[in-house]
């Protein structure tokens, strides 16, 4: 997947307003992610330990059915109730409010494991986009997405408007490299709509921090390393995390959990960078609208990768059928 952008599109302007800085109170839980993306196997698992400063975190996904985030003061369960801040916390406290304070960034997620995936995206306050890559059972598909005002534009390949979007086989090849709009109470949209902004990818990095390290990163740079972990939940393994932290600015580098799933281990990796840049995504000309098509939701549900030995019964809305 390419860091420039679908081809053929302008939608990549720049000028969010940033948005004020707050501290956690208690991480939320992360949104649950398409069940085919390694990724959101463990980054779906997020403890409420923490102690926060003053305020909460606001999230809207990263990667698509909603929790709602919790608010209030919270207390760890592991420090006495009068405890100072530990250096990891304070630290991740401080990185995390640098994140939602920012305009926008820019960052890329690599995951490994059963289904490898790629996400490229620029998230805003507001708004941003995500170009997304993964390999499953409808085989190789890959998207974009654009939020714009609460509304999510999908353009894909054949497989992605399958799975996504809940489009027949039939009409699938109809609507490939289409952007498809899909608006709050359509079947895909709390798929589709989670991860794409500021607060949804803070919420990409709730962790429990313990301690911090100094390294010396890939590309030569100084930085602060936290680590800590995520501890399992649900029949979810428990995630060993770092993130890689700037020294001065506290703007996080890198982020990293692994796991392991079956005896094999998970990685995923997200880097950021373009610190400040604030992407303003403008809807695109000439799209369907997704409650026109003729959908079913897919084996599984949408966004799952899906088990596609069945195929799915259409049931077109009333606006008609592509």
Do not use: C
Not at 91 to 118: C, I, W
Not at 297 to 312: D, S
Request: glycine letters at 12%.
């Amino acid at each position: 997947m390419s860091d420039n952008g679908p081809p053929g599109n302008s939608f990549d302007n720049w000028a969010f307003p940033p948005q004020p800085p707050a501290w956690p109170s208690m991480p939320p839980a992360a949104p649950q992610k398409r069940t085919s993306r390694a990724l959101g196997v463990g980054a779906a698992i997020v403890a409420t330990v923490l102690i926060g400063a003053a305020g909460g975190v606001g999230v809207a996904f990263l990667t698509r059915a909603h929790t709602q985030t919790p608010s209030g003061g919270g207390t760890p369960t592991s420090l006495p109730t009068n405890a100072p801040p530990s250096a990891a916390l304070s630290l991740y406290q401080k990185s995390l409010a640098t994140m939602r304070a920012a305009a926008g960034f820019h960052y890329v997620n690599a995951s490994n494991g059963p289904d490898p995936e790629t996400i490229t995206g620029d998230a805003g306050v507001a708004g941003g986009r995500q170009e997304i890559i993964f390999t499953a059972g409808y085989g190789t598909e890959k998207f974009t997405l654009l939020l714009v005002n609460h509304i999510v534009y999908f353009e894909g390949n054949t497989s992605a408007v399958e799975d996504q979007l809940g489009v027949v086989a039939a009409n699938a090849a109809t609507l490939q490299n289409r952007w498809v709009s899909v608006v709050r109470g359509n079947g895909p949209y709390n798929v589709l709509q989670p991860g794409i902004t500021i607060a949804d990818q803070v919420s990409e990095v709730q962790f429990v921090p313990a301690s911090t390290t100094q390294v010396t990163t890939t590309g030569g740079t100084a930085a602060t390393r936290i680590l800590g972990s995520i501890p399992p939940s649900n029949g979810n393994p428990a995630e060993t995390v770092q993130l890689d932290v700037a020294p001065t600015s506290n703007t996080p580098l890198e982020y990293s959990s692994s796991f392991t799933v079956s005896g094999a281990p998970v990685t995923s990796t997200t880097t950021f960078s373009a610190w400040g840049t604030a992407p303003t995504v403008t809807a695109p000309g000439g799209a369907v609208a997704w409650s026109s098509l003729a959908t079913a939701t897919p084996p599984g549900g949408y966004g799952t990768g899906g088990n596609v030995a069945g195929t799915p019964t259409p049931s077109p809305s009333p606006g008609g059928a592509i």
